[in-house]
């Protein structure tokens, strides 16, 4: 019985990302890329690399710090877009460590899209 609730709950887990949206912003628009992230609320953007050819570059791209983990803040990132190089988009970040902000405190912007 132990088993078989360990596993639902693994199982459950394991849902919220498998139904996350995935684009390669290459081919959209700047504005499209945006539109998809304040619908959806957070989505998978791939783009190629810049530094080495054949390689694929990917991450969770969010519409604001609440589809972060509490730990975590929205922070401004750039992805390229068909008509745009440096389209601007929001990645959770790590919240500094209390020992690593010291002597200066790092206060999280609540960015938006």
Same mark, same amino acid.
């Given at each position: 019985?132990? !088993?078989?609730?360990?596993?639902? *709950?693994? %199982?459950?887990? @394991?849902?919220?990302?498998?139904?996350?949206?995935? +684009?390669? $912003?290459? #081919?959209? @628009? /700047?504005?499209?890329?945006?539109?998809?992230? &304040?619908n959806e #609320?957070?989505? *998978?953007?791939? +783009?190629?690399? !810049?530094? !080495?050819? #054949?390689? $694929?570059?990917? =991450?969770?791209? %969010? &519409?604001?710090?609440?589809? /972060?983990?509490? =730990?975590?803040?929205?922070?401004?990132?750039? *992805?390229?877009?068909? =008509?745009?190089?440096r389209c601007? *988009?929001?990645? /959770?970040? &790590?919240?500094?460590?209390? =020992?690593?902000a010291w002597?200066?405190?790092? %206060?999280?912007?609540?960015? !938006?899209?």
């Open positions: 019985m132990k !088993k078989i609730l360990i596993a639902l *709950v693994a %199982v459950a887990a @394991a849902s919220p990302a498998l139904a996350i949206s995935r +684009y390669n $912003t290459p #081919g959209m @628009a /700047c504005e499209s890329i945006r539109n998809a992230l &304040r #609320g957070a989505a *998978v953007l791939r +783009y190629p690399s !810049k530094n !080495k050819a #054949g390689l $694929t570059l990917y =991450d969770r791209y %969010v &519409r604001s710090s609440s589809q /972060c983990s509490i =730990d975590e803040y929205a922070e401004r990132a750039y *992805v390229p877009s068909r =008509d745009n190089d601007p *988009v929001l990645r /959770c970040e &790590r919240l500094p460590e209390p =020992d690593d002597p200066m405190r790092v %206060v999280p912007r609540n960015l !938006k899209l």
